[in-house]
């Protein structure tokens, strides 16, 4: 997931909504020195890399570079499907704050339990129980 230079507050509310620890982020100022191409020193501190571990997967954070266009758009979600109810609806609840509601968490004919929204940072999320 790229960002337009957000990504440690994202990180941040992702980590808590997902019950991640709290990642190591690396910044773009730990890039070994390029003389062809120097960096910007007011950009060092955008986040270059950071992983949030939860449930056995992984979703990895960066912050695009200036000038680089990232615009979200509803054709690209993340999923996250769990077996354990009470995990699913805590995620629900911590990713709902700021958020959009499409379809509000609860059964569906093709799960038991399937919810989608669109968070504060413009990025669509579907949950669902997997039997």
């Known amino acids: 997931m790229t960002s337009n230079g957000n990504c440690r507050e994202a990180a941040?509310?992702?980590?808590?909504a997902l019950k991640a620890p709290k990642p190591k982020i690396m910044e773009y100022s730990e890039m070994p020195p390029d003389p062809a191409n120097p960096l910007d020193p007011k950009l060092g501190d955008l986040v270059m890399h950071t992983v949030l571990y939860f449930e056995g997967a992984y979703l990895?954070?960066?912050d695009a570079m200036?000038?680089?266009?990232?615009r979200f758009g509803d054709s690209m979600s993340g999923m996250v499907g769990s077996k354990d109810?009470?995990?699913l609806r805590g995620y629900w609840e911590r990713l709902k704050e700021g958020a959009t509601?499409?379809?509000d968490l609860g059964p569906q004919f093709?799960?038991?339990l399937y919810g989608y929204l669109v968070d504060k940072f413009g990025v669509g999320w579907q949950l669902?129980?997997?039997e």
Do not use: H, R, T
Not at 66 to 70: E, Q
């Open 66 to 70: 200036p000038g680089s266009s990232v």
């Open 110 to 112: 093709w799960s038991p």
């Open 128 to 130: 669902i129980l997997d």
């Open 60 to 62: 990895m954070l960066a």
């Open 101 to 103: 509601i499409a379809m």
């Open 85 to 87: 109810e009470k995990a």
């Open 12 to 16: 941040a509310f992702y980590a808590k």
